[in-house]
C-alpha cells in the first residue's frame, strides 16, 4: 500500500493557477490562442488553466505521447494521439502536468513545431529542474517541485492517484 505526504495544497495550487492565467493573458493580449494539452496527466491543468486565460481561446486540443513506465522515464517514445486542429500561423499553448527530464516536451516541440505555428510556448503545471537532461526551458511555470515522485492534480502512479486535488510525494510502503 502507498503511503503519501502532502507537498502542495489544493489552496496554493489554485492561486498559483489564477496567477499564471493573468500572466498568459497579459502576454497574448490581442491575441488569440491555441491551447494543447498533453494526455492524460494535463487535463486538470489545463481545464482550470483555460478558465482562467480571458484572450481568445481559439482551440483546445489534446496529444498523447509518452515515455514512462510506473515512475520512471524509458526515453523511448509512444506517440498514442496527435491533434486534430491546423496550428500553422497560430499562437500555440502546449500545457503539460510535469516537466522532468524534458526528453518528452522536446521531442513534442520538435514535432508541433515542423508545422510552423506563429510562436509555440510551453506551460507546465510543476517543474522539476534538478532531472533535466537537455536545455529545455518551459516559457511558464506554475511551481517547481524537487526531485519527489509526486502524484495528484492529473499526475499519476501507474494510472492511480489522479483525483487528487492536491499534490502528494508517493512514500512507497518499504521507505
Do not use: H, W
Not at 4 to 9: A, L
Not at 103 to 128: G, H, Q, S, V, Y
Amino acid at each position: 500500500m502507498d503511503k503519501f505526504e502532502t507537498m502542495i495544497s489544493e489552496e496554493e495550487i489554485i492561486q498559483k493557477v489564477k496567477e499564471l492565467g493573468a500572466k498568459i493573458s497579459s502576454d497574448y493580449e490581442g491575441e488569440s490562442v491555441v491551447v494543447i494539452g498533453v494526455l492524460t496527466g494535463a487535463f486538470i491543468f489545463t481545464a482550470d488553466l483555460v478558465r482562467e486565460i480571458t484572450v481568445p481561446v481559439e482551440t483546445i486540443d489534446f496529444v498523447s505521447i509518452s515515455s514512462y513506465e510506473g515512475d520512471k522515464s524509458t526515453g523511448n517514445f509512444v506517440f498514442k494521439k496527435d491533434i486534430s486542429c491546423d496550428i500553422k500561423g497560430k499562437n500555440v499553448l502546449v500545457v503539460e502536468d510535469i516537466v522532468d527530464t524534458g526528453r518528452t516536451l522536446k521531442k513534442l516541440k520538435e514535432l508541433l513545431m515542423m508545422r510552423e505555428p506563429k510562436t509555440l510556448k510551453i506551460c507546465t503545471a510543476f517543474d522539476k529542474p534538478s532531472r533535466r537532461v537537455n536545455d529545455l526551458v518551459p516559457d511558464y511555470n506554475c511551481i517547481t517541485v524537487p526531485d519527489e515522485f509526486i502524484v495528484g492534480y492529473g499526475l499519476d502512479y501507474d494510472g492511480r492517484y489522479r483525483q487528487f486535488k492536491d499534490i502528494r510525494i508517493v512514500r512507497k510502503e518499504n521507505e
